[in-house]
């Protein structure tokens, strides 16, 4: 199943779940968070933080009737917690992302890879490493320190983050560049289905 760069741009918008604090311009975006945030990102935060996120979520991408994500993550354990997207448009699958957080030396780190239906790598370079930069009781924030490049899609996110409001529901804003240079902004709204114990 092959799929445009723009729904792949999408997907990667979708799972790069942002705060909304951080509005990028094309030419002055960041590409690499600051290294005292970084170090009191590290000092502060393990895998084992977001057990709140264990569970399955139901999406709806905001203004867009077409679109629905379902996301499920398991318990954080040994350090590693796994999740997988699956994104919808009118109903047929578009695709999968498998989700990890993990402990690293840096600090927590998140990333994610994109998958047709028979597990066909979407992106056949990837270079990713979102490192988380901030964190309070209501949200999670990272940054991806890999330098943007128009040629890898796994650059184009540039924050990403989950802002919880409550325990059953979060808003996900991500901030990406499109390959053009084009800063770009997109909102789910999920809802939480299911949880793991």
């Not at 909304?20 to 935060?45: C, D, F, I, K």
């Not at 989950?162 to 709204?189: C, F, Y």
Request: hydrophobic share 40%; net charge neutral; glycine share 8%.
């Amino acid at each position: 199943m092959r799929r445009s760069s723009a729904a792949l741009a999408l997907a990667l918008a979708i799972a790069g779940i942002v705060t909304g604090v951080n509005h990028l311009s094309a030419q002055g975006a960041s590409t690499a968070p600051a290294a005292a945030t970084m170090a009191r990102a590290t000092a502060l935060h393990h895998t084992a933080d977001f057990a709140w996120l264990a569970g399955s979520w139901d999406g709806r991408l905001v203004g867009v009737d077409n679109i629905v994500t379902e996301l499920t993550f398991q318990p954080p354990k040994g350090g590693l917690m796994s999740g997988v997207m699956r994104l919808y448009q009118d109903g047929k699958p578009i695709l999968l992302e498998l989700i990890s957080h993990i402990d690293a030396p840096a600090g927590v780190e998140l990333r994610f890879r994109h998958f047709d239906g028979a597990l066909s790598a979407m992106e056949s370079t990837f270079k990713q490493t979102m490192l988380i930069t901030k964190s309070s009781d209501s949200s999670d924030t990272f940054e991806n320190t890999v330098p943007f490049d128009k040629y890898l899609v796994s650059t184009q996110p540039r924050v990403s983050s989950w802002t919880r409001r409550g325990q059953n529901e979060m808003v996900a804003h991500s901030d990406i560049i499109e390959a053009s240079g084009k800063p770009n902004t997109i909102e789910v709204l999920y809802h939480r289905t299911t949880t793991h114990q």
